[in-house]
């Protein structure tokens, strides 16, 4: 009997399959949702107590170090725009014809009253260059089969220090993700949706985020236009263009 158990146990581990161990899940997921570019058109809808609002911006990003984004409207907030260099962060004011550089706490702080930080904003970098993953499970959310990893940050500037997320065992778009301080405590939950097969890859076009210490409803993100790998002028990721 005893023999017959371990062998059972030899073959299981034999024929686990090693794509789906935790670093090759998030290794999948870094390569389906990071491009080496990205031009896209969004709208944050901002769910506040009494009411929501809606700001609509254009994006450009090439690989994790660089992205700029020039706000469309609502009229207040039409010509801000914000440039990320690797780890810093400008925004240009418009109303003051000024640029500020964001960093320390001030990263912190929420963009434009959303339940997005510009720490969020900013933390574009390849899970598995900010995170140690752990596989815990399996669970089906809105009919889609995922896996539930734990994450603990392998990094001292990681944003959160760790995170559990739910991945669509076909697709490898994280569907569900929650996001811890060091304490433990729950900061954020996110929620993808309406995930598309765009130029090759799966794509969430709606994400609600919602700051756990924040009232209101959440913060809708939507993309209604996105393009991958397409030339972007290099002028475009300079501070010369948050003037222009």
Do not use: C
């Not at 990003?61 to 207040?76: D, F, Q």
């Amino acid at each position: 009997m005893k023999i017959a158990i371990i062998t059972l146990l030899v073959l299981g581990f034999i024929h686990q399959d090693p794509g789906t161990d935790a670093s090759s899940i998030i290794k999948k997921v870094d390569d389906n949702m990071i491009s080496n570019t990205q031009i896209s058109i969004t709208k944050m809808i901002i769910h506040g107590r009494r009411n929501s609002r809606t700001v609509a911006s254009k994006n450009y990003a090439e690989g994790t170090e660089k992205s700029y984004t020039e706000y469309l409207s609502p009229a207040r907030e039409e010509g801000t725009k914000m440039l990320k260099l690797e780890d810093n962060l400008w925004i240009y004011s418009p109303s003051t014809d000024r640029t500020i550089q964001l960093s320390g706490h001030m990263l912190r702080q929420s963009v434009m009253g959303s339940d997005l930080s510009y720490e969020d904003m900013m933390e574009d970098r390849k899970l598995t260059e900010v995170y140690n993953a752990q596989k815990i499970g399996q669970e089906t959310i809105n009919g889609r089969k995922t896996w539930v990893l734990e994450l603990h940050a392998k990094v001292d500037d990681a944003s959160y220090e760790s995170q559990k997320l739910w991945i669509d065992q076909e697709r490898f778009v994280p569907l569900r993700q929650e996001m811890y301080a060091k304490s433990g405590k729950l900061l954020k939950r996110a929620e993808a949706s309406d995930v598309k097969r765009v130029d090759g890859r799966w794509y969430p076009m709606k994400m609600n985020y919602k700051d756990v210490l924040k009232e209101g409803k959440g913060t809708d993100f939507v993309i209604t236009d996105i393009q991958f790998d397409v030339k972007i002028p290099e002028y475009i990721f300079s501070k010369a263009s948050l003037k222009r």
